[in-house]
């Protein structure tokens, strides 16, 4: 039982991201050993004021364009629209003709198939 427990199976495929312990360093039960990249799960997100949601319906589409793959331009498809809750809300200035607004966390996935895009990259959304 011991010798099945040195090695390790992936839960899915993708790529290490980050390997934690040291060589020759004693890692405990349950402690994380690395990090998986899962590429074939592409999505991006942004945070969005509530009045700007109605040109982002769910299951809608809009245009996106990513800096750092020569200002590419495609089409991304809504799947996630969550309240982020009382923290990230804004305050309205006036007492009378303004009113407090939410901010929503939006996700979308790519139309396209684009392996150049990575986590982390900076995506710009296209009104």
Do not use: H
């Not at 109605?54 to 809009?62: C, L, S, V």
């Not at 331009?73 to 629209?81: G, L, N, P």
Request: net charge negative; with cysteine; proline share 6%.
């Amino acid at each position: 039982s011991l010798l099945e427990d040195q090695y390790l199976l992936a839960p899915c495929d993708g790529q290490i991201d980050a390997v934690y312990p040291e060589e020759s360093e004693l890692v405990s039960l349950g402690a994380p050993i690395m990090s998986l990249l899962k590429l074939s799960d592409k999505w991006v997100t942004f945070n969005v004021r509530e009045e700007l949601l109605n040109d982002m319906p769910m299951g809608g589409e809009i245009e996106i364009m990513i800096p750092a793959l020569d200002q590419k331009k495609t089409k991304a498809k809504i799947y996630y629209i969550r309240d982020l809750g009382t923290y990230a809300t804004w305050q309205a200035t006036k007492a009378t003709g303004q009113w407090d607004s939410k901010t929503f966390e939006v996700k979308a996935r790519t139309i396209d198939t684009i392996p150049a895009l990575r986590p982390g990259m900076s995506v710009v959304y296209f009104k």
